[in-house]
Structure formats: structure tokens, C-alpha cells
């Protein structure tokens, strides 16, 4: 079946997320980007489209409101910067946009680098990424603020939201007037009495506490951020999984783990899924997102093509 305007030249060229800068070259080759139209992000029509497939993935694309996942991000840039979007948006690297594989066009979602704490929310107006084991695509602008434009993948969580503005003014603690919103009623604040402040000696024979500095925390970065990035907790680690898939039977769950055990470590867990036990069986942890890809190539191969890359 057809597939989606700017990112239908991913078949061709493998990928639309730049995992190294010698590929980012590579895809801008013999290709100047077009000009942008004057069309802000999410210009196009609303769209969520019919199931599709892309190297043999059936995508079913669908409304979903309370969508929350953690996986990996890439990005990409040119050659599609100006090219029409799967929706009918122009595709700008500059602007704040993404690609996802199912969520409607347009809708928003708040993208956490879970690295760095960097968060943003983005416009999804295009499909995409189809490399195995990534669940977002984001501008290069985009990747710039989450701070891995030149690494090419970043660990992040996606998070569906209803709206950008109203969240990212939630985000910073801000109550956005109306005509209607009473102006704010100005309170002078108290009278504060001037204290006197005078160094003492220490004292002697008596061991003197070290201040110990709190632990912030992790990768948060405290210095100051452009106006569109937001800074979260993240946690102190994060762990990359191969979910090879879910089963309601422990014993067809540790078929499968018997099966994948020469890719290296695999456990099954249990987790309740709306009052239902299901026995996840996944391949982990893995130290990096290259090795995460290669083994989930390697399971798909074995024939479990539901895999999938996880973060926890």
C-alpha cells in the first residue's frame, strides 16, 4: 500500500533517524532541501489513518489519548526538510514537530530525554521512524533541545498530552488568564526587620559537622534552558530490554526463554494488565542502544516479530 508522503523515503534509504553523523551526510547527498512554506506545524488536515505496512511491520494507527511509552528516539532532517508530511503538513526541521508511528496527525506529546531531563512537547504531524525498536522521530530542532542531535538516539519517554500551550504552562506553574480571570490581587508583603549577622569562633575540642551537599536529582541539569524545554527527574538508571512478548501461559513463556537463551541473559517477570497476570519474557539488561537493536533483529528473526525494545 502507499506509503506516507516525506518519511516513504525511509524504505529506500533504510532510516529516517541519523544514529551517527556519517549517516546524516549520507542521507543529504546529491539532494537539496526544498524551501519551506510559510505553513506553521500541524498545517495539514487531521488524520489518523488505516492500518499499513512497512518492511513487513503491520502499523495500526489509532487514537489514543493516555498514550505512554519508553523507548528510543531518533531524528531526522534532510532530505525532508520542505517535503510534505503524512498529513499534508510541510515538514520543517526548524520547527518543534515529530514523527510517530500511530498517533493521529496532529496531535502533541511531551518527549523526555530520560538522560538529561530534558522535556519538550512536540506537534506529531508525520509517520514514522520504521527501524524496529524506535517509537519516535523528531525534528532536528527538536533533538537539539533534548540535547542528542549529535549522538543520533537518546533514551526518552512519550507521553500523550491534550494540548501544547495549556501543558506547558502546567509545566511551569502558570494559570493562564481569560477574559473572565480576576486580575490577581497584589499583597504587600510584611515588614522584615534587619538582623544582625556576626561570625562566631569555633569552638575548641568539639568536632565540627561537615556540610554535606544535598543530592540533586540525577542529570538534571540546573543551568538555565531555552523557553520551550522544561526539566524533569529522570531516573538514576535506565535499563534497556528485548521484550521478546507476553504470554498468559508461564509455560509457553518459558518455552520462548528457553528457546532465546544462547542471545544471552533472559528472565521471565509477571505484571497485571487490567486483572490479568501475563508472563513477560525479555532479553537484559543491554548497555547500549546498538546492542538492544541487534538483538531485537535477532529475535524478530526467530520468528517473534511482537518484540520489542523497552526501557526501565
Known sequence: MRVFSAMGACLVLSSC?????????????????????????????????????????????????????????????????????????????NAMTAAHQTLP??????????????????????????????????????????????????????????APTENLIAARGAVPRTATTPAPVQIAAAPRPAVAVEA????????????????????????????????????VVNRLYVQAGAFASYDSANNVRLALSSLGPVAISSVDVNGRQLYRVRLGPLDSVPRAESTLGMVIARGHTEARIVVE
Open 17 to 93: 533517524a541519523q544514529t551517527q553523523l556519517a549517516v546524516f551526510g549520507a542521507k543529504q547527498v546529491g539532494r537539496e532541501p526544498a524551501p519551506v512554506a510559510q505553513t506553521p506545524a500541524s498545517g495539514g488536515t487531521y488524520k489518523v489513518g488505516n492500518p499499513y505496512v512497512v518492511n513487513g511491520v503491520t502499523y495500526q494507527p489509532r487514537e489514543n489519548p493516555v498514550y505512554n511509552e519508553s523507548g528510543i528516539a531518533s531524528w531526522y532532517g534532510n532530505p525532508f526538510h520542505g517535503q510534505r508530511t503524512a498529513n499534508g503538513d510541510i515538514y520543517d526541521m
Open 105 to 162: 496527525m496532529p496531535s502533541y506529546v511531551r518527549v523526555t530525554n530520560l538522560e538529561n531531563g530534558r522535556s519538550v512537547i512536540l506537534t506529531v504531524n508525520d509517520r514514522g521512524p520504521f527501524v524496529q525498536g524506535r517509537i519516535i522521530d523528531v525534528s532536528n530542532k527538536a533533538a537539539q533541545l533534548l540535547g542528542f542531535v549529535e549522538k543520533g538516539t537518546a533514551l526518552t519517554r512519550v507521553e500523550a498530552v491534550s
Open 200 to 235: 562566631l569562633a569555633p569552638v575548641t575540642g568539639v568536632p565540627v559537622a561537615r556540610q554535606v551537599p544535598l543530592n540533586p536529582l540525577p542529570r538534571v541539569v540546573n543551568a538555565a534552558m531555552p523557553p520551550e524545554v522544561t526539566l524533569v527527574g529522570v531516573p
